[in-house]
C-alpha cells in the first residue's frame, strides 16, 4: 500500500532502530531524528515518572529545533520490585540481569508523548504510560549465557529481544498494547494521532 502523506509533518525523537520499524507499520511518512538529552534518572523518582518525563523531554527537544511538526518521543524503563532496570551496556551486565530475572516478572513502563508544535505559541501535548509484565522462564546460566552470544541484546533493557529470539527466554507476557514491550505503544499512539487530526485510510 501506499505511504500516506497528506497530513502534517511528522517526527520520531529517536534513532531507535526498533521505534522506526514500528512507526511505519503506519504507513505514513516521518523522519527520525535523534534527542540530545540526559536519560539518568532523578533520585527518588518513581519509574512511570521516569518514562514520561524522558519521553517529554525528547519530543521537546525535537519540537525547539523544528517547530510546526508533531513529534513522537518515547522511553522505556524496565523494574523488577520496583528498581529499575538499565540497559546492560556489554555482556557481562546482560547475564548478571538476566540470572536475576529468571523466574520472575519484570514490569517494562514504555511512556509516550505527542507534542503538538504547529502553533508557535500553543504546544500541546498527550502523555500516556503503557505497562507491561513480562514473566520470564526459570532457565539455565549456560542457556540465558548462549542467548546473550547469538542474539546480543545489550542495548535493550532487560537484556532481552521480544520480537526476537528473546521472546524464547519469556512465558507470559501480559499488556494491554503488544507493541509497548518493543518501544513504542501504537495503539496508544494512533489514539493520540486521530486526536490531532491524522487520518489512516486516506
Not at 87 to 104: C, E, F, S, V
Not at 147 to 157: G, H, S
Not at 164 to 174: V, Y
Request: one cysteine or more.
Amino acid at each position: 500500500m501506499p505511504i500516506n502523506t497528506a497530513q502534517p509533518r511528522l517526527i520520531l525523537a529517536s534513532s531507535s532502530v526498533y521505534r522506526r520499524e514500528l512507526l511505519s507499520r503506519l504507513q505514513l511518512a516521518f523522519d527520525c531524528m535523534s534527542p540530545d538529552i540526559d536519560e539518568q534518572a532523578l533520585p527518588d523518582e518513581a519509574p512511570e515518572q521516569t518514562a514520561l518525563r524522558l519521553a517529554k523531554q525528547k519530543a521537546a527537544a525535537i519540537a525547539e529545533s523544528t517547530p510546526g511538526a508533531l513529534v513522537i518521543g518515547s522511553d522505556q524503563v524496565a523494574t523488577l520490585d520496583g528498581q529499575q532496570i538499565g540497559k546492560p551496556g556489554n555482556h557481562a551486565n546482560a547475564l548478571k540481569q538476566l540470572q536475576t530475572m529468571r523466574g520472575r516478572q519484570v514490569v517494562f513502563h514504555t511512556a509516550l508523548c505527542l507534542l503538538d508544535a504547529r502553533k508557535p505559541d500553543l504546544w500541546t501535548t498527550q502523555l500516556e504510560d503503557v505497562t507491561t509484565t513480562v514473566q520470564f522462564r526459570d532457565l539455565s546460566d549456560a542457556e540465558l549465557d548462549a542467548y546473550l552470544r547469538i542474539e546480543q541484546p545489550y542495548d535493550c533493557a532487560g537484556s532481552a529481544k521480544n520480537e526476537g529470539l528473546g521472546i524464547a527466554i519469556i512465558e507470559k507476557i501480559d499488556s494491554s498494547d503488544p507493541t509497548a514491550l518493543t518501544g513504542l505503544p501504537l495503539i496508544a499512539l494512533t489514539g493520540m494521532l486521530r486526536k490531532a487530526g491524522v487520518s489512516f485510510f486516506k
